[in-house]
């Protein structure tokens, strides 16, 4: 788990850890991770994932559906 405590787009200190529902759309298809756990910056929307949370993106892509069939 990562500890983020500056945006690294904007600088702002209140970037936060937060949990919710992740929404992603590839091709037109959209694609939700019900409670992902992330940094994200009220300053600028930011966003800032860990190697689990990106890891869960991953397994829920539209993108990736071909390469975890094989």
């Known amino acids: 788990m990562i500890t ?6 904007c600088g702002s200190g209140r970037i936060k850890k937060v949990r919710r ?17 992330f940094h994200e910056c009220p300053a600028c929307g930011e966003k800032v994932y860990d ?10 892509s539209p993108a990736l559906a071909k390469a975890r069939a094989s």
């Open 4 to 9: 983020v405590t500056k945006c690294p787009t």
């Open 21 to 37: 529902r992740w929404v992603g759309k590839y091709r037109g298809r959209t694609y939700t991770i019900p409670s992902l756990t």
């Open 51 to 60: 190697r689990d949370a990106m890891r869960k993106i991953e397994a829920r």
